[in-house]
Structure formats: C-alpha cells, structure tokens
C-alpha cells in the first residue's frame, strides 16, 4: 500500500517540464480615477493632475525571483529612473547585462490615466518563467505599479504543456523609496536615507483601493522536438519478468537511463551506447515491484516511465 501511495508524486518528481515555451499576451488595464470622479472605485483621494499618464511598460523574462526589483528591498538605478522619470534607458541596460535575464520586455506608455497597454505575443522559454514588469505613475515622485517574479508555470504537466492559463493580477501603487513628496508632481528632494520599495496603498494621495490590473493570457505552447522524441521512447514488455527493451527508433542522443524503486532510491543505471534505436536491458536481479525508469537526453529533456516486475 505504501509504494502505492508514493508513486504519484515520483512520477511528478521526475517528470521534465523544460524544452517548453509558452506564448502570451499582457495586458495592463489601468483604472486610475480620483473619489471625486468615482466615489465607488477611484483610488485618488485628490484630484489627478491634467497631464495623468503611465511610462513605457518595461521589464524580464527571467529564472531567479527577485533578481531585478523586490518590495522591501532597495531599489537599483534602473528601477529609480522608471520610478521618477518614466525613462527605461537605465533598466533596460540592467536586464540585458543580468545573465539572469532571458529578454527584456518593452511595451508601449499610455497617454492617459485610464486606458491599456498591451504586449502582444511574448514568447516564454521554460528555462526563464519568471516575469518582472514596472511603469511610473505620472506623474508623481516615485511611484509605479509593478509586478515582480510572477511565475508563468503551473506545475501541472498534463495542461497546456504545465504553463498557466488566463490569470488577473490586481495591481496597487508602490513607492520607489527614492523621492519625497505627497503630491502629483516632479520636483522632489531625495529620500534622504534612500528607502525601500513599498507599498503606497492608504498613503496619501491613494487609499486601498486597486489601481488597475495586469492579464496574463495565454495563447499556445510547445514542447521542443526533443521532448516529443524522447516522449515517443516505448519501454517492453512491460509488466516484465525482468528483460526489457527500450525502443528509441527516433535516435534520441540519451546521456543516461537510470531505475529508482518507489521510494525514490536509484537502483540500476543503464548504460548508454552511441544512441542505439534498441536498447536491451537486464533487470532480473530487482525484486517483484514497481519501478520508475528516468531516461535522460544530451540536451536535458527528460520523461519518466512506470515499469512493473513480476
């Protein structure tokens, strides 16, 4: 009963969702209205300046959460000159020289306090999931909205080839931390010691109310054309009484074959040769059970196949 239990999550432990990417449209609604224009849904305790308008939409595609902004952390130079000026010269410059970073991200301002700005078809490598994206409130002393690390993988490999369906992000104003001021307005002493970045929600002149929304929809995947190899690899006879062939008639160039019992213990390592179409393989020496087999490809792809003997 007990390997019986186990063998789901092995078989999600080893299971590869790389050689993936994913395409997706983003789309920032901006809702940024005063109480005195909308007492239901304004976030504005004052009046919006006649010039109200959000920067250039600017950001990552990226594997390490937090690599380019994160509330409660100072800000870096980039961050600041999106915050307080609307500019993404210095950002952009940040992203492409973090080895982190996949792609930086650009997408079109908004001349206007209320309105959307939309990045159409934005291509996600599985290997870099995560999407930072930030642009000024403008105009103001340092505030932005901004969305940090959202990661655009489900966990879920049976779905959309484990990337996230259509999602809504709320999206409330944030503090860069490295301008004074209250106001709607450009000239401001410096945060004298610099700060951090944090929220602006019920800090003047916003309440808790939020300010628009980012949607993430997602449009289409792939897995690479390795996967889809290595997924094809059939594995026989299967319930065995120990012999077994591993038919690899697409030639995929495998870097190991490795046999784990239920308890995720490695327990047979399968040599490899040259990448032959048919692979024969003794298992007798392994007791009665269940058993996962992992086969691996040069390139990192990757699929896992239950195997009983009897």
């Known amino acids: ?48 300046p006649s010039n109200a308008h959000w920067s250039p939409l600017v950001g990552a595609t990226h594997q390490t959460a937090n690599a380019f902004l994160s509330p409660g952390a100072a800000v870096t130079p980039g961050v600041e000159s999106v915050a307080e000026t609307g500019s993404t010269t210095i950002f952009l410059a940040e992203i492409n020289a973090n080895s982190d970073a996949d792609q930086a991200i650009t997408g079109g301002g908004l001349n206007a306090a ?23 409130i403008a105009p103001s002393p340092d505030w932005l909205i901004a969305v940090n690390s959202i990661n655009l993988r489900s966990g879920n490999p049976g779905v959309n080839n484990g990337w996230r369906a259509t999602f809504t992000i709320d999206l409330f104003p944030y503090d860069a931390g490295t301008e004074d001021g209250t106001m709607y307005d450009l000239s401001n002493p410096d945060t004298n010691p610099l700060g951090v970045m944090s929220s602006r929600s019920n800090i003047t002149p916003f309440n808790d109310r939020k300010i628009g929304t980012f949607t993430f929809t997602y449009n289409s995947s792939t897995l690479s054309s390795t996967q889809n190899a290595i997924n094809a690899i059939k594995i026989y006879p299967n319930p065995t009484k120990g012999g077994i062939t591993i038919s690899n008639i697409r030639n995929v160039e495998l870097s190991s074959i490795e046999v ?17 179409d048919r692979l024969n393989a003794n298992l007798t020496h392994l007791n009665r059970g269940v058993y996962l087999l992992n086969l691996k490809a040069s390139d990192g792809a990757n699929t896992t196949q239950k195997l009983v003997i009897n």
């Open 1 to 48: 009963m007990k390997s019986i239990i186990l063998l789901p999550a092995l078989l999600l432990s080893f299971i590869a969702l790389g050689q993936s990417t994913a395409n997706y449209t983003i789309t920032f609604e901006s809702i940024w209205e005063s109480v005195t224009d909308n007492p239901t849904d304004g976030q504005s305790t004052i009046d919006l």
């Open 114 to 136: 209320k309105g959307t700005i939309t990045i159409n078809s934005l291509d996600v490598s599985e290997d870099y999931p995560l999407v930072t994206l930030a642009s000024m």
């Open 260 to 276: 784990y019992n239920v308890l995720g213990k490695l327990v047979k390592q399968i040599e490899v040769n040259n990448a032959p």
